[in-house]
């Protein structure tokens, strides 16, 4: 049974940081693709930044230049540094992890940007 566990979510003010964090475990497979969703309040869940086995990235217009996805493989674990927040970064963050067509997510974190 994989798991996938985030961290690092809280408040913070416009202009700070977080880093968030997602652990797999249950596995000893190695994803294709892993990455981070995100879904703000009212809205639906939206492909924030992904990262490749090969390790190319991939981000939405939106974060590129504030948001770095990097993963460690060999612990099947994947990071989000956020800088530079903004109110609209406010979302649960949702940790996805893809091996083929089949897909794991995570719980989400809270991520909230005050003004």
């Known amino acids: 049974q994989v798991q996938l566990v985030e961290s690092g979510g809280g408040l913070v003010q416009a202009g700070g940081s977080l880093r968030l964090s997602c652990a797999a475990s249950?596995?000893?497979?190695?994803?294709?693709?892993m990455g981070w969703y995100r879904e703000p309040p009212g809205k639906q869940r939206e492909l924030v930044a992904a990262?490749?086995?090969?390790?190319?990235?991939h981000y939405v217009d939106s974060v590129k230049g504030r948001f770095t996805i990097s993963r460690d493989s060999a612990k099947n674990m994947v990071y989000l540094q956020m800088n530079s927040l903004k109110p609209e970064d406010t979302a649960v963050y949702y940790c996805?992890?893809?091996?083929?067509?089949?897909?794991?997510w995570g719980q989400g974190t809270q991520v909230t940007v005050s003004s």
């Open positions: 996805n992890a893809a091996k083929g067509l089949i897909a794991y």
């Open positions: 249950g596995s000893s497979l190695s994803f294709n693709v």
């Open positions: 990262i490749f086995s090969g390790g190319s990235a």
